[in-house]
């Protein structure tokens, strides 16, 4: 069953809230479904927030299950002066990505690693193209005509914690481009 997740943006001293959050984890024995997004690469930029919301906001992502007893650790920590802006149920999340590469063992890599992904994500988009050209073989690596080319771009929704995971794994290949992670409320 797919995790429901709402992302909270609480006013307030970041470093404060981020002891907060550490301290909670460690009180409650959480491991997973609280996640301070300044620590990952979570684009939380949201157009309403920038014309509307003034001041330090942090934006955390809460799992569904941990939402309500959190939100009540918040609210009773008055002294901390954080105040809740923004309580919103995430309707997806995802990650775009580009990659090319000349390499036929590092095609092979890049579409099992995509034709493989771990449970709980999908791609919504793939637009992969290979192209094979025979008059091109033995040009030097760096010219501008090469025999083999496996090109794509696309889209990975799922669950967010997974997808900060595979935004590690692409992040660290080095022929794929990975954007921030993208929340929608």
């Excluded at 959480?30 to 003034?54: A, F, M, Q, S, V």
């Excluded at 995509?114 to 040009?139: I, N, W």
């Amino acid at each position: 069953m797919a995790v429901t997740y709402y992302e909270l943006v609480i006013k307030g001293s970041g470093r404060l809230l981020k002891g907060f959050v550490r301290g909670y984890q460690a009180a409650k024995s959480i491991k997973r479904g609280l996640i301070y997004c300044n620590d990952y690469p979570i684009n939380t930029h949201h157009l309403k927030e920038i014309l509307t919301l003034r001041g330090d906001n942090v934006h955390l992502i809460c799992a569904a299950r941990l939402r309500s007893a959190f939100l009540k650790a918040v609210e009773s920590a008055k002294d901390l002066e954080f105040e809740v802006l923004s309580d919103q149920q995430i309707t997806r999340t995802s990650l775009d990505f580009e990659f090319c590469t000349f390499n036929q063992d590092v095609a092979s890599e890049l579409k099992r690693i995509f034709r493989t992904l771990p449970v709980g994500l999908k791609l919504a988009q793939y637009e992969p193209k290979e192209s094979v050209d025979p008059d091109a073989k033995g040009v030097e690596f760096y010219a501008p005509a090469h025999d083999y080319r496996f090109e794509a771009k696309g889209t990975v929704e799922g669950d967010i914690e997974k997808l900060i995971s595979f935004h590690a794994k692409l992040a660290a290949h080095e022929f794929v481009e990975v954007e921030d992670i993208l929340i929608h409320v």
